[in-house]
DNA sequence: AACGTTATTGCAATTAATTGCAATAACGGA
DNA sequence: TCCGTTATTGCAATTAATTGCAATAACGTT
């Protein structure tokens, strides 16, 4: 459940310094709901201690991303929200009309990677992928209106 | 190549107005590089006409990725990029490491596609399908450092 | 072609996110 | 355990992105 302790592990052995700042931040991460945003997480570490900032908020979550740790994205009204994968591997599927995300587990998707690895060399994070699109909701109330949503 | 038409057909399709800030919004990015900033379209659409405005690029981009017709991601240094296809289908892969935006061909997207849209009903965008990861070269110097980059 | 309805624009103000820099504190080495 | 080095924090300032609202203009109808 919680990889609070992989993700300092991480950071640690990675040289980069663990301060109680950072530790908060990755607790109310892991622990916080699916998608948050960096002012969420900054309220809730707030309500643990003073000794926070926005700024060190945005550095920490944007870290955390860098080193692939968490996954950052556009939410559907164009805020940031950061997310970090908990359990297995599984599809983000953000409806760009009513903005839902959806999750989805698809047996394709490890062999795509892998696939992309061996074309290209790159290796992708499975954890944080996102696709957009339209829900089967409104989708369906798409085609009934033709006209636009 | 343009899909300008295409574009502004779709838009009028859907009941929205053609203005000519859309018009020159839509050409801008139709013929520019692969990713732009609301800033770049707005600095180009500026030497072409003085009615323009960055609020209405903005909203004229977010309204394109809300109707399917570009993307908006994430780039590596934070700020908001906007892209739409030209040719084909390719996957967009971002290296977290040194920002590189990289294309890749892939026969087991479109599957994966369909069996997203089978088991979900989610319809997905498959012209702006971003992952990231890290690519051939940082992975190397990752493997040579063992240490922070 | 002129009119009326109503979406869209531009401006100004606001909110979100980033950044420079001095002060602080983490962590390896003595 | 203390010290020195240097990454990290907090603050203030800046830049990026969004939004409310009055003025404007697109487009269907007459």
Redesign the pocket.
Known sequence: MTHCHTFIQA??NQ????????EM?IETLAHGDQHV???DVYQQVLQRSK??????V???L??LVERGLASRF?AS????MYTTEKHGTHLHLTCRICGKIYQAEVDLLIPLIQQIETTTGFKADFEHIALTGVCQNCCNQNLSELQKG
């Open positions: 950071l640690r040289g980069y310094r663990i301060t109680p700042q950072r931040i945003s960096a002012e000794a926070i900032n926005l700024a060190t945005y550095r920490t944007d870290l556009v009204d164009g805020k940031l």
